[in-house]
Structure formats: C-alpha cells, structure tokens
C-alpha cells in the first residue's frame, strides 16, 4: 500500500494499522471526533511505544473530560499555551494545529494577534533577563 | 550612592534615576501598582532607548487599562503565556516574576501545574514533530 | 479583495488598510524607503496593537534617525545582530529578510560568511558551556 | 593537587596538564595574552580531542592574526556577535565572558544596552514571523 | 512538616504524600533504585494529573524493562540522548542529574567529553544550515 | 557555469572550486566516500576560513578514525547525538541529512522511534525543571 511522503519516515497508513495502533488510531478519531488521523500519529505509530507514551500524555492534558478529571483550564486557554510554546519552538506543523484548534474553540484572529504579541514580548524580555544575567527580586509566595 | 551587583551592568539606583528615565520609574512604579523598580528596569536603565522602548510595549500588552485598550485576554491569561515563554526558554529572572504575577492573578499551585504540564507537553510534541520534519495536514481556517 | 496565502492568518492588505493601520503602513514604507508593505507587518495588522508595538520598537532601535535618536552601533552592525539572532533561533523569514538587508548595507558573501561562523561557534560553546555547568570565572568590569 | 569543583566534571590544573593540553594551555594564554587558563578550557581538557577542536576553531575565528588571516570583522563585533548569540541562548557562562571581553574592545555599558535591545527586539520579531509560519517576501541578492 | 525551598512551588514531601501521588513515588524509588524521592518529581506532585503523565512516559521509555518493554537502545545510550537534548536546551537541573546517569552507567568522563564536544558541533551546524536556509540535499531512505 | 539556488548565498560549485576549498572538497567526498559535495559544504565554501574551521572540527569529531584517532562512541551512537541535537533546534536540513546517516549506519525505523521519543520525552522535562526552577538534588560523582 503506497503512502504521499510527509516526513524522513513513511507513516502507518490507517489501513494497514493493527493491534496496539489501530487501537490507539480509533481513540484518536473518537477523542477528538475527526475522521482521519493526523500525520503526527501516524508517523509515531512507526514505533507503536512511542504513540502509546505520547497520546496517553496528550490524552489526559487536552481532552481531561475523555479521562474523567477536571481541568483548572478551559480548552481555549490550553491551545494558547500550546500556540505560545510553538511559536517559541518556531514549530511548523505545531503552528499550523494549534492556530486551528484555538480559532475552532473560538479565538478570533485579534485576539490570536494578541496571543502572538505577548508571546513575542516575552521572548524579547527573556533574552534581556538572561543577556544581563539579571538577578530575580521576587521570589513567588509559597501557599 | 552604592547598588548591589545584580547583573552584568551596574543598574541605575532609584535615588539615580533623572529625566525621561526617572518617568518612566515613576510610571513603572504606579502602573504595576508596586513601591519599587525590579532589577530588570534598572538594568534597562543603563540605556534609556532601551527602557523606553521595553516599557512601551510591556505597558501597550500587559497593562493595557493603563493605555486606554481593551485586551481580549484577561490577566490571568496574559501571565500564563509569560509563564510557558520563559519556562520553554528557561529563563530564571522571568520565571520567578511570572510565576508570581501568575499567582497573585489567582491561578493557584495546583492549575500553575496544569500550565506547566501543558507547557512541557508541547515542548515534547514540537521536538517531535521538527524531529521528523512532518508536514501539516491542516491550514487553519480563514475567516 | 483578495490576497494570496502567506500565513497562519489573512494578511492586511495594504488597499484594505484604514485608520491606524494605513498610517503605520505610510511610515513603513517612507521609514524604510520600499514601495510595499512586508509580509510581516501585513500579518501584525491584524490586530492593531501588535502592528503598533512591534513597529514602534523596530522604528526606535533600527532607524534611530527617523525618531531623531543617535545609536551608537552602524547599520550594518544591526543587522549583523539581527542575523546573529535569527541563525541561532532558525528563523526563515527574518534569515532571509535580514540577509537581504545585511548585503544591501555593505556585507559581502566573504564577511557573511563570517558573520554566520562566528555565529555557529559560539552556539557549539553555549552549549558545552552550559552542558558542563562551568562557573564563571570572570565577572564583567563594572564601570 | 587539589582543584575546586566548577563543572559536572573535575577540570583539569594548569599544574596537571601534560603533552598536547599543555601546549594548548600554553597557547590560549599566549593567544589571549592572561595569565590563567579559564575554568570553559580546563573543564573541555576532560577530551583532549574535544579541546583541540574547540580552541582550534575558536583560535581562527576569534583571533584571526593569531594564524595569519584577515578577518572582514572588527574584534569589537565579533565579541557582538558572540553576546547576541549567547544572550539568544541564556548561556551565563557565556554571557558573563563576552560581556567582559566586550567592554574590554571598547563598548561601554549604553552601547551594550543597544546590542542587548537589537538582540531582544529580534527574538521578538523571530518568535512573530515563526508563529504566523509568514512566507519570506524578500529573497537576498545574488551576487 | 517543613521543607526546604527548592523550586518556585513548595514541593510535596514524602511523608505528606497520600493517594496516587504516595503510590507514584513508591514506584519512583524502586523503578530508579534509590531511597528518596528527586526534587523533580516532588515538584510535579503539585499537580498530580502532571506526576502521573510524566512518570508514566519516562518510566515507559528509561525504564521499559519495567514495563515489561524491550529497548532497541541500551541505557546508556539512552542517558546520552537525555544529556544531549539538556545540554541543547541548558537545564541546570537535568544536566546534573543525567550527567551523574551516564557515569553511573559506566560513560567514563573522556567519553563524556565526546558526547559534549559532538553535541556542541552540532549546535554550531544546525545554527549554519539554518542562517544559511540551505535546502536539503538528501531525503532519508525510506524502507 | 550556472547553480540553482539552494540558500541565502550562492554556493561553490564543485567545477568552479580552486586552491584550498577544492582540497577540502576532495577530502569530503574521499572522507565521506560519497561522490558530490553536499550543500551544506559548497555553501560554507563562501567563505574558506569557514570551510576549514568547521570541516576540520567535524571530521575530527565525526571520522575519528580519518584523523588517526580513537572515539569512545561507535558511528551509530555518533550519529544519534546529531540527530538528537538537530529535533531539539528543529534544523531541516540536519534532521534529514542525520536521519539518513542514522539509517545507513543500522538505526531502523523503530529504533529511529525511541531515539525521537527520548528526545522528546527530555525536551519536555527540561521545560519543567526550568519551568519550576529546580534545585539540582544530585551532584554527578567525580572519579
């Protein structure tokens, strides 16, 4: 069965997915109720492993409600987090999912603009704290 | 008038401050709602170009009651992308004030861990998929 | 009006702009001496606030000129950093966009070249020096 | 002989060193014209190999008359370059050392601050571009 | 019952431990082999759901034989990923802490010098391949 | 003779190679026993005191035995340091060239797996420690 090349590995079609991976293929599709499976998972599944560790991890994060915990955060805030990480990461891929998935939970592209902005500002202070190795002045209030 | 070395420069001391940089402590000071000027803006200092133009887009983004804007991102959001910033850059001056700032907007230890989970998380998956160099199966919407 | 796919977000195109953004847009290009307006500032337009922090600091720190302001480093010089900075972080467009500039000030392929080794060793250092956790052993002159 | 601990290895002394580390000790405080060998060439002495490679590249790069070649760069902004870098990367180490080197060629503590605020300003700028995934408008000329 | 201050979150001592987390830092201590719980994982148990995700994954993959799981990399060259990737990033906490692995598992501090020194070469080409955008010029065969 | 364009600059082609860089062009090819010259060569090749730096460093790193020396690590070993390094900074270019390098030296897809899982897994602590700003609780043993 032949495969587009997304990436330095072929992907595990949906198709040819057994066992442990189509396992996990039905429970992404379910979890996040979309009809395919992303290339991320896919290209994963070529060490099965290595999908178990990061869907479960992904799994119990995104989607608590899937697991039965409760989240301090709402969906929305937890894809800004994602978008800011990957936008210091300089992530492609990461970039592209997580701007759709925060606009899908209802951030407009102002408010993105506004998530980019203070994502950039703090990468811009980060280099000035460490370029002067600037010594902290507040220590965080233990409860 | 003497200052403890806390950086690679000799910050500029309160008491030393004059002109347009003794403004801008003044503004730091009422803005923020605190009864110094941290480490960070007295470094800043030993350049006023630099300090000015720092402070200008901090005050604009985080503090934007301050200059008549209304932010589509609550506080408590804004320190939460400061915070997954600098813990992804690692930056120990930021971390610390973050997380208070964090803390001090009501997140309490328990949801910093939710933050800090999901910060780590998509540290994971970036490294991942830049790892495999995966192509994006998805372009996000437009309005 | 439409306008070609650049990014994660519809740009601002400049026949669309109004009000604020239409005069940041004038000074871009009279500042900066273009008859177009980049991509890069297209996509901040979005939301407005970002179009504005982000040129305000850029304007101040790299056309000291236009804000009646004396930098005590060249042109060259601050591209050079900005170069230095976008290698280390592996940014396409501001690689290219810095590139571009850094030749149009005087840089030629040989100097580039430099520029671009210099830039890789002290990367290969920072990370032996932090992967050692080596201690200072010198503190920087203070004046 | 007893050596302080500095590193998550134990360094090697100027009193220990023997055969090729002794001759590259030799060098780097002729070369850099001091009277001590830093603890970062002390602690790479672990690997004779890794030393010789790292000073080698270091020696050429950083202190071209030193082999005969003419570099396009002033001292001064190649030390630049290694703080822009090194400030990109949070390394104190680094950080602590090019600061130093750097007033030592002469800039004094604003034009450090310019350096500082070029360098944040396109961490800035990097993280934007990045997170918007902007395509570049500009290709740098041929020659 | 008091505990130092190690992290910007009180940690959870061991004898405050109840539950889940008590239960993850029993499987911590015999999994690892040691007789005390890491700051590390006294951190994350400020949010249990965090403790859980992140010991399952790294028990999954630096522990497979616990998890009745075969490893296609034996442990030391598993703790050398772990250094490389710290080294890159410039983790003070994970640097020490899989620097005192690899010696454990028998890297002798020569041979943690090449690790370092070819981690190190690697920053230096990833920042050059990158300034540069070269285009890659080979694509990894695909069996 | 003309050359598509590959990167920011114009890279040295093989046929248009005299003195020192068609020297080390021979030795790359002869080194590697491949029969062109990558990319990332002809474009370092722009600048020949660039050249030497870095393929002296690399071949001395990498090709041990070329140089008459010993490595504590075998070629595959080598190779997953590079590979782990270059998913940490995203660097295209090095992944693929570093992934086929991997391959050919006996990695397959599934160990490819556990290489990419495990630098995943630490880019996502290393978020954490620094995220949390942990104490180091273990100094690594000196011999």
Redesign the interface.
């Known amino acids: 069965m032949s495969s587009q090349?997304?990436?330095?590995?072929?992907p595990v079609d949906e198709g040819d997915a057994t066992g442990k991976v189509a396992e996990i293929y039905a429970d992404i599709r379910a979890t996040k109720q979309i009809d395919?499976v992303?290339?991320?998972w896919r290209?994963?599944a070529?060490?099965p492993?290595?999908l178990?560790?990061?869907w479960?991890?992904?799994k119990?994060?995104?989607h608590?409600e899937a697991v039965g915990?409760t989240?301090?955060?709402d969906p929305q805030?937890?894809e800004?987090?994602?978008?800011?990480?990957?936008?210091?990461?300089?992530?492609?891929?990461?970039?592209?999912?997580?701007?759709?998935a925060a606009?899908?939970h209802g951030l407009?592209?102002?408010?993105?603009?506004?998530?980019?902005?203070?994502?950039?500002?703090?990468?811009?202070?980060?280099?000035?704290?460490?370029?002067?190795?600037?010594?902290?002045?507040?220590?965080?209030?233990?409860?």
């Open positions: 090349r997304i990436a330095t590995v072929q395919f992303p290339n991320f290209v994963l070529t060490n492993a290595q178990e560790t990061v479960t991890s992904l119990r994060l995104m608590p915990r989240s301090a955060l805030t937890r800004i987090i994602a978008l800011a990480v990957s936008a210091t990461n300089g992530c492609a891929y990461c970039i592209n999912s997580h701007t759709a606009l899908k407009d592209r102002s408010a993105l603009g506004e998530v980019m902005a203070i994502a950039g500002l703090f990468n811009m202070t980060n280099a000035l704290a460490d370029g002067y190795q600037i010594e902290p002045d507040v220590k965080p209030p233990l409860e």
